[in-house]
Every structure is written in structure tokens, then in C-alpha cells.
């Protein structure tokens, strides 16, 4: 049996989600319809048009704000002589919810992929050169992912940078905290290896 040609639609909207199969649509879909009421999914629909109409990328960092700058960079006590490049806003939220980063962020919006057409003119490249120029800046944290398009952007921010008197460094990947090496696989192992430090 088809479902209406409404909640078809709904369905479909819904998998356009990151992860979300068909079936996992269609519960939602049907949570929607049969078990919100009236005003709660007119609250779920005036949440998703506000929440489209406010967010905004901010125009130093490229983090996720609703104001004219995000907080972060208004906040008079981070610590301004480091700014830590990110892939997404999401990796800055799980960074900050670990609460040990204080300086400024930066985020690309993505990752270099010369084979999926992104090279660096639809990253947000452009808007970190004139902040690497500051004089308080004194160090750039690359914290792109441990994938073959995040090396690639952190090899490029690099290389741009070679010639600047900043310390640029790449976060440490390795053996989570509580793992046993033994479940660990022989990449995680050798980067872990390989970002050994004295203690």
C-alpha cells in the first residue's frame, strides 16, 4: 500500500538527512502526523523557519552564530594568539563541550576533494589569510580530520604558511583515553605511535 502523496513527501524530506534511511523517515514522518498535535508541529515548523532565518555563518571565524558575530570570537577572554581550524561548526561544538581549548576558532566548511570538485575556493580559506596576519596570532592549530581529505588540507594550510613566522601545528590522533590496544586498529596504533610525547 502507498502512503498519501503528502506524507510521501514529508518522508522524503526527511532522508535528505545525513543517516537517515527509509525507514527511519518514514517513523518520523509518522511520529509527525499521528502523534505530534496540532501546536506542536506548528512549533516544530515555526523552530525550523526561525532556526533557517537566524543562523548565519559569522563573518570572522565562519562558526555558526545568530548574532552579527558568534560568541566565541566577541569573548574578550579567549585567548587570541591561537586559532584552532576546524572542518565544521560541529567539530567546534564537540571541542568546546570538552572545555580544555580557549583560543579562537576557524572553520572551513568542509575539506579539500579535488574528485568531488572542492579545491581551496569553496573552502573558507580566504577569510583565515588576513587573520593569520594579525600580530596576536601566534599559532595555527590544524584540526582537520585523520581522512585523506582532511591531511590534504592541513598539508595546504601548511604549505601556505611555511614562509610565516607561525607555529603551525596538527592535533594528535592515537589510542582513545580507556581503550585497550588490542582493539585498536594498525592506522590508530601507528598514528598514536607516531604522536608519542615525554611524560
Known amino acids: 500500500m502507498r502512503f498519501p502523496q503528502s506524507l510521501e513527501a514529508l518522508i522524503t524530506e526527511f532522508m535528505k538527512y545525513p543517516g537517515i534511511g527509509r525507514k527511519t523517515a518514514e517513523r518520523f514522518a509518522l511520529f509527525t ?59 567546534v561544538f564537540s571541542i568546546e563541550k570538552a572545555g580544555d581549548y580557549r583560543g579562537l ?19 573558507n580559506l580566504k577569510a583565515l589569510w588576513p587573520r593569520v596576519q594579525d600580530e596576536h596570532v601566534k599559532e595555527i592549530i590544524v584540526a582537520t580530520g585523520a581522512t585523506q581529505e582532511g591531511e590534504a588540507t592541513a598539508m595546504y594550510i601548511r ?26 586498529d594498525d592506522a590508530t596504533l601507528a598514528k598514536a605511535i607516531q604522536n608519542r610525547r615525554s611524560f
Open 33 to 91: 502526523i499521528h502523534r505530534m498535535d496540532g501546536e506542536s508541529a506548528q512549533a516544530f515548523a515555526a523552530a525550523l523557519q526561525n532556526a533557517k532565518a537566524a543562523i548565519h555563518t559569522c563573518p570572522t571565524c565562519g562558526h555558526l552564530t545568530d548574532a552579527e558575530r558568534c560568541e566565541i570570537c566577541v569573548d574578550p577572554l579567549r585567548d587570541g594568539t591561537r586559532i584552532l581550524v576546524v572542518e565544521s561548526a560541529k567539530d
Open 105 to 123: 576558532y576557524h572553520v572551513l566548511n568542509g575539506a579539500l576533494s579535488p574528485i568531488n570538485g572542492i579545491g581551496p575556493e569553496e573552502l
Open 159 to 184: 604549505r601556505i604558511l611555511k614562509d610565516t613566522d607561525l607555529l603551525v601545528t596538527r592535533i594528535a590522533y592515537g589510542v582513545p583515553v580507556g581503550a585497550n590496544l588490542e582493539f585498536a
